[in-house]
């Protein structure tokens, strides 16, 4: 069982920069393959960036540009910097694990097992 913990998300103004963690727990976090997805009021859930086992990066092309996601082995925790923020950008912000490790088609919801709780993020024009 993988458990995930969100912080860092909160209210800030267009332009601004947040920075979100995610802490998950098990001894085979450097083999899954994490990602970010985010879900506004009223809208699907979305994927926003991910990353994979060897450090490869995809991301949505709403994002791409503006947020990096990164990992830390070490410490289990997998960030996404987000620069240059915009209203549309508001939403909860949901880290995902899947413990398959695939490198393929990261953008895909249904290839996530575990997901955690999710953070707010709140972008004021």
């Known amino acids: 069982q993988v458990q995930l913990a969100e912080s860092g998300g909160g209210l800030v103004q267009a332009g601004g920069s947040l920075r979100l963690s995610c802490a998950a727990s098990g001894r085979t976090f450097s083999t899954y393959t994490m990602g970010w997805f985010r879900q506004a009021a009223g809208k699907e859930r979305e994927f926003v960036a991910a990353i994979s086992w060897s450090g490869n990066t995809y991301y949505a092309g709403s994002v791409k540009g503006r947020f990096t996601i990164s990992r830390v082995n070490a410490k289990n925790t997998v960030y996404l910097q987000m620069n240059s923020l915009k209203p549309e950008d508001t939403a909860v912000y949901y880290c995902?694990?899947?413990?398959?490790?695939?490198?393929?088609?990261?953008?895909?919801?249904?290839?996530?097992?575990?997901w955690g709780q999710g953070t707010q993020v709140t972008v004021s024009s």
């Open positions: 995902a694990a899947d413990s398959s490790g695939a490198a393929q088609a990261m953008g895909v919801k249904s290839h996530y097992d575990y």
